[in-house]
């Protein structure tokens, strides 16, 4: 196959991924501890990451399945592909502290900046443009990448569930780097990892989080995305 026609298949061969450990920031957090259970469950070497080591430990002692917690600098520095699940208000920080054990890593942002008032949730905009941009402006060395936007908490962390019904959409500037977190997502049973443009256009998939909330609490549902077609 020439690099023209890898480009433009969509069934190209993803890499193996199965002997990646994978990192989780914010793992004792619902999205980022659903996270981690996926993967593992899946065969995934996993750590999960908190401010408090202890927290994680005990997280990751709940979970089993080999996961394993440690304080985040310490993930950061053992991890090959770190997820970034940190709530938004803590966001540029965690990543500040952590620019020089997060360098040469593959770094997957599912940070999604909202706010929320009266009339339900709403996008901010991150004066970067996003806050997987404010991610790569603040780890220049790493390999920035956006996905697990809009997956259900609730759903990654209910076991009776065996397979979540999504895409996971996936951005980034790096065709090596989306490839292997293209790859992860498609190890989660009913996910598929579908490359969706590059980190400049992370705006708007962070920003569809708010509608999928409204879809959500009309609905009494967990509602994810399938990209038809592909």
């Not at 469950?41 to 089993?64: C, N, P, T, Y």
């Not at 609730?154 to 009776?160: F, N, T």
């Not at 397979?163 to 190890?187: F, N, P, Q």
């Amino acid at each position: 196959m020439t690099s023209l026609e890898s480009a433009t298949n969509p069934a190209h061969e993803l890499p193996d991924v199965s002997q990646l450990v994978v990192g989780v920031l914010g793992g004792t957090g619902d999205q980022g501890r659903g996270l981690a259970l996926r993967l593992a469950k899946a065969g995934q070497r996993v750590m999960i990451g908190s401010r408090d080591a202890a927290r994680a430990e005990a997280s990751a002692a709940e979970l089993g399945l080999g996961v394993r917690g440690a304080d985040n600098a310490t993930v950061a520095r053992e991890s090959d592909v770190v997820i970034v699940a940190v709530p938004w208000e803590g966001h540029a920080a965690t990543l500040t502290a952590l620019r020089e054990e997060l360098s040469g890593k593959i770094v997957v942002d599912c940070v999604n900046p909202l706010g929320f008032d009266k009339q339900g949730a709403y996008a901010l905009k991150p004066e970067e443009g996003s806050a997987a941009q404010q991610a790569a402006a603040l780890l220049p060395d790493s390999r920035v990448t956006a996905a697990f936007h809009h997956l259900s908490a609730v759903l990654l962390q209910d076991e009776s569930v065996e397979a979540v019904d999504t895409d996971v959409m996936v951005l980034g500037d790096e065709r090596a780097a989306t490839d292997v977190v293209r790859a992860l997502a498609a190890r989660i049973p009913g996910m598929r990892g579908i490359y969706a443009g590059r980190l400049r256009n992370a705006h708007q998939v962070e920003a569809l989080v708010a509608n999928l909330i409204s879809v959500n609490r009309r609905y009494k549902a967990h509602a994810g995305l399938r990209v038809t077609d592909v």
